[in-house]
């Protein structure tokens, strides 16, 4: 079987960095893709921020 296993865990959250058949945009000049790059800065930057929040930050 190929694919993701099934997450047993509480309090998982799995995000793509991309749409359903959509490959993750790269970053040319960095050593993450964008959305990881965006995630980093969200988390850094935005504490106070909801997971929903942090999501949308990196999103943008």
Not at 34 to 49: H, I, R, S, V
């Amino acid at each position: 079987m190929a694919g993701l296993a099934p997450v047993t865990s509480r309090g998982t959250v799995i995000v793509y960095a991309a749409e359903a058949g959509e490959g993750a945009s790269d970053n040319p000049v960095g050593d993450n893709g964008l959305f990881t790059a965006g995630l980093k800065y969200a988390f850094a930057n935005n504490q106070d921020l909801s997971l929903d929040g942090v999501l949308t930050t990196a999103s943008r």
